[in-house]
């Protein structure tokens, strides 16, 4: 039967019990925002079982996704169930270039796991909402880890991943590509470094420039006060060498954020985000709406009438 117009409590139902065409459908409400949208987030919360959140980051082209696919292999084996949400870099600048070498994880994926591509279209605000409700459409749906895949170009792609509870930051051979990685900001957030495509020169060069860069951040007093020091891997992903060490290191990192009390300050952290990025998109929409009600033509200089327009808001 088709669940294309069942209402979304009974979607939830069904997604509970693990009915792969309810989570679908819940995904692509989730995505297309709105009402229901929302609803669909709350349902799952008061549902939420709390799946482990693995964010998954790095330069376009750098093997996020065959990484990914090569876990969504092995964790089935292990009795694991993972989705993968895989946040579609479509930027008219880069999309055309990094779609063109992309992976289709679905043609990878090992069964009894779920992977989504969400696509950013460009508005980052939908990306802050959606990726949160699915994650949480997710969870509810018995899916844990939930792996988040997103290119570490943008702010928006790297706060997304950088809410999860693990972050892996996947690094390539080569000189500068270290270097890169700290300049987009994945250094910091970064609780596992990977440097895939180890079977191209210059892995060992890149392991020190990174091992560097992490002593420098412990000089400069930004190393975690828990004294967790990320660990730096080695993966080819195409042939999934070194990728059950990955896995190895997200449960080493998640034992660490429970035995060190971090794991509640990070969800903590991650709902703050999310509310953060409702509430702005709430104010965002009630902002246009009272400038469109304005009288943008009234003698005020727009300084004056735009501090007019916000009190009348803000008091209504
Ligand atoms: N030699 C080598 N090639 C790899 C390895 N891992 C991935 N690749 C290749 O690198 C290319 C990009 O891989 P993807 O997994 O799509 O990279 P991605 O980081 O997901 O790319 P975007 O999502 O587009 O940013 C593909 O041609 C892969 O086959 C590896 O370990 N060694
Ligand atoms: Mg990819």
Redesign the pocket.
Known sequence: MSVRNLPVEELVARALEGNRRAVGRLLTLVERGGTDADEIADLAHQQARGAHIVGIT?A???????LTGQLTRLLPEMGVAPAVLAVD?SSPLTGGA?LG???RMDNIAGEGTFIRSVATRGHAGGLALSVPGCVRVFDAAGFDPVII?T?GVGQVEVDVVAAADTTVV?VNPGWGDAVQANKAGLLEVADIFVI?????PGASDTRRDLELMLDLSHVSGLEDDSGYRPPILM????DGEGVAAVWDSVLAHREHLTSSGQLSTRQAARLRYEITNRVEAQLHVEASAAIDRADLSEALSPIKLAAQITDRLLRD
């Open positions: 790095g376009p082209g750098a093997g996020k996704s065959t870099p990094i070498d992309r992976i895949e290119v996947v895939n495509k180890a079977d191209r993966t080819t992903a195409t």
